[in-house]
């Protein structure tokens, strides 16, 4: 008898992804499918796709999906979550679309810890528009509207959303993780899988941020990209438990 | 002086935005727009201009820094396009109600829903009534040439509005095109310095800007702002004269093409228009009178105009790349048979709706318009009015 050590997730639609080679994006799509076949979830769970290059993440998840305006899944969510609150919801959302023009929907689903999931991608760039700075660029990071790196004078600090969320009453689950390692792989993993038991367990409001890369918009190689990642975003998103509430009544 | 170049339309505006040399410039990156404040943020940051680059979180932001920096009696500048342009719409009102002449690089693309990245009218077609001015341009060029003229025509002490500068996604903000540049210092001295006659921090008039205005002043407000609409049309004419003197190149509140015996003709918007042109050469080979009218100011519309300009042809077909979903016409249909009621009765006029979320429009495609023209003018019966142009059934 031959024994499967390795196969696609069920949830995991069987095309190929259109991510730039060496994207996390698509590793990161793989560890939410391999956790909604685990948690036996694929037929209650409803998924919302944002603007950024998760644009067609509908096309990538074999349950149902909906996609909202940039910025917006949070509230989205929260309307289907609140019509149906049996069944599981989760957002997939860059930083741009989380922490930029839709930090209020992000907020608020926090402070009224609304019972949904979001798997929050910072690669510390827009990709989709081709790499202008986000809210989470690095200061010194080059960007094609930093062309010679982010400037506190001009550009302000880079902003922490999962420590943010974590002050809020409201917010019940929040880490932060990275797929720069098998390691890491296997923590964020666990990670989204605990996220979703939160809300199986109506407890409220997770999140997981993900450091990512865009090798793409940061000029470098996707080996290159991972170092990066380490040496520069790490330092500044440290990995972690911001918000843990789970184990208490909510 | 001028300078021959080649550039995309986006390029062109970005260099349009450079040498005006703006106080401050508020934007947020969306596809088609983006490369105009991505250019213009690598001229910032190499020392080319002096602006204020302000990258805010979204395009509601975006309108609301440009609208506190011009009252501050900053000139102002930004670019967006389709979902951006709509979540500036509750600042698009207050700008131009504010009397504040922000400029705007409009690049026309299909709103969503469903979403899509492609080319129509419908972001800006949707904004028609926010009470800002709206100049279309064909090509590069016009883009260009536009964007310069409109800090005049806003600014200008009868007018004091908001202006966009609507182009293409894609066909004219990404396509590489010959284009004529003015010289740094022609285009300086052209839009000259922005003075307003208020605004806030001048400590000798102390104001308020933007304040309540309830049921006794509301009405007047709009009134005045209805007035200063009005008046923009012959400072649109003003400042394309003066235009002129400085390139030669000649701009109106619209393109007549081959107007002059036309019997049947095309009222269509931007880039199509050069297809069209090349259907017309085509049948004009084969003895046909096809003529087109290219719309420039679309805000203020050019109703008497427009009128006079179409009263000798017998059949006309409007062309909107934006659906109306009034269930009779679109937007450009609506305008321009209202401006022909009265004033130029019983030409024969249907619509087409072409191009939504990008569809190619070919030669050939505007080539069936024109048949159906001459079918309406031999038959003299007009058949359905609001149609559609290469769409699946
Ligand atoms: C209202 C609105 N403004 C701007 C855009 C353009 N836009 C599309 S994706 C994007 C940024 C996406 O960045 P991020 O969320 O970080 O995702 P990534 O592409 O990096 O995965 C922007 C600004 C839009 N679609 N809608
Ligand atoms: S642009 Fe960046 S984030 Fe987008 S798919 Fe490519 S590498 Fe990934």
Known sequence: ?250 | MSKRDRLSGNEAVSVAMRQINPDVVAAFPITPSTEVPQYFASFVANGMVDTEFVPVESEHSAMSACIGAQAAGARTMTATSANGLALMWEMLYIAASSKLPITLAAVNRALSGPININNDHSDTMGARDSGWIQIYGENNQEAYDNFIQAVRIGEHPDVMLPVMDCYDGFITSHAVENIELLDDDAVKKFVGEYNPGESLLNRKNPISVGPLDTVTHYFEHKRIQAEAMKNAKQVILDVAEEFEKLTGRKYGLFEEYMMDDAEVAIVIINSTAGTAKETIKGLRAKGIKAGLIKIRVFRPFPVEEIAKALSKVKAVAIMDKCDGFNAAGGPLFNEVTSALYGRADGIKAINYIYGLGGRDVSVQDIATVYDRLLDIVNTGNIGEVYNYLGVRE
């Not at chain 1, 997730?9 to 095309?15: E, G, I, N, T």
Request: charged share 20%; aromatic share 8%; net charge negative.
């Open chain 1, 1 to 250: 008898m031959m024994e499967t050590i390795f196969e696609r997730p069920k949830a995991l639609a069987d095309v190929p992804f259109h991510y730039c080679p060496g994207c996390t994006h698509g590793i990161v799509h793989r560890l939410i499918a391999e956790v909604i076949d685990e948690l036996g979830i694929e037929g209650d769970t409803i998924g919302v796709a944002p603007v950024g290059c998760a644009v067609f993440a509908y096309n990538y998840f074999n349950c149902d999906m909906q996609e909202a305006a940039h910025g917006r899944a949070p509230a989205v969510a929260t309307g289907i979550k609140r019509a149906n609150p049996e069944n599981i919801i989760f957002t997939y959302q860059g930083d741009g679309d989380l922490a930029a023009i839709g930090t209020a929907e992000t907020v608020h689903a926090a402070t009224r810890s609304e019972n949904i999931t979001i798997i929050f991608l910072n690669n510390a760039i827009y990709g989709m528009t081709g790499g202008q700075m986000a809210p989470t660029s690095l200061v010194g990071q080059v960007t094609q509207t930093t062309p010679y790196g982010r400037k506190v004078e001009m550009q302000g600090y880079p902003i922490r959303m999962s420590e943010m969320l974590a002050t809020l009453e409201g917010s019940s689950f929040i880490k932060r993780c990275s797929v720069d390692s098998i390691k890491n792989i296997n923590d964020t993993r666990a990670s989204i899988k605990k996220a979703f038991q939160c809300q199986i367990d109506k407890k409220g409001f997770s999140m997981v941020e993900v450091l990512s890369t865009c090798p793409t918009n940061w000029g470098l190689s996707p080996a290159e990209s991972m170092d990066w990642l380490r040496d520069n975003m790490m330092p500044y998103y440290p990995l972690g438990v911001y918000k843990d509430v789970t184990g208490g009544d909510r």
